[in-house]
């Protein structure tokens, strides 16, 4: 079975601090990708970025970095120097196994305070 | 290319009612999708298309049909709306070659509301 497990709801940080968004997954796959997606209060889903489950180098660009750790089976997101704009419900997302199986964490909604 | 465009941005549906609604990409995208996404909750399949006329079921199916009559077009239709379609609704596409997985773009989003 896929799960994707977002288990931060809510997160509050001032501007400029740095906050990491928690993903956790499973999947018996060993082909598959992970995703985060970013949905700001007008409601689109914006692609942040997508990793491949052979690829274990972490990622930044610009103040967004990912770190993705098989072993742990984890695929975090850090903003660093959090802007107001930041502010959204961020998705991790699992593609596995075929195309009808995507499953979505719940979301981390992120608030950040001037 | 204007993306993945979906109309109508915002509804409300009687119980019982039907309506369609509609989804179109300019982006030669071979795969198509729809989900929804409840209060608080992540997004579900509804549907899917891997190409024009083939369609399948995703994870949560009950009350909705599709068709795939063009590689642009995935329209979603829903028979005898219910309360519980209350929902946004999303349609999203990407370009998947049978190695590979690529990223889903996503729509604006339908705001659908059933009373």
């Known amino acids: 079975a896929q799960k994707v497990t977002q288990a931060q709801t809510e997160i509050s940080v001032v501007e400029k601090e740095d906050v990491t968004l928690d993903c956790v997954y499973e999947?018996?796959?060993?082909?598959?990708?992970l995703f985060w997606y970013k949905q700001p209060p007008s409601g689109e889903l914006v692609f942040l970025i997508r990793r491949n489950s052979f690829d274990e180098q972490n990622e930044i660009s610009g103040r967004y970095s990912w770190n993705f750790q098989k072993s742990t089976s984890s695929f975090n997101f850090t903003i660093t120097a959090s802007q107001v704009v930041d502010s959204a419900v961020y998705f991790c997302a699992l593609l596995s196994g075929g195309y009808q199986k995507v499953t979505f964490g719940i979301g981390t909604k992120l608030q950040v305070i001037p | 290319n204007a993306g993945v465009t979906q109309t109508p941005k915002f509804r409300i549906l009687k119980i019982g009612q039907s309506m369609t609604l509609q989804c179109t990409q300019d982006?030669?995208?071979?795969?198509m999708y729809w989900y929804r996404q409840d209060p608080g909750m992540g997004l579900k399949l509804i549907y899917y298309s891997v190409g024009a006329g083939i369609t399948d079921k995703g994870e949560v199916p009950n009350g909705y049909n599709v068709s795939r009559s063009t590689t642009e077009d995935f329209p979603l239709r829903l028979e005898l709306a219910a309360p519980s379609q209350t929902s946004v609704y999303f349609c999203a596409s990407s370009y998947s070659q049978p190695t590979g997985m690529e990223t889903q773009y996503f729509g604006p989003g339908t705001r659908l509301l059933v009373l």
């Open positions: 999947t018996r796959d060993t082909t598959y990708y």
């Open positions: 982006m030669n995208h071979n795969y």
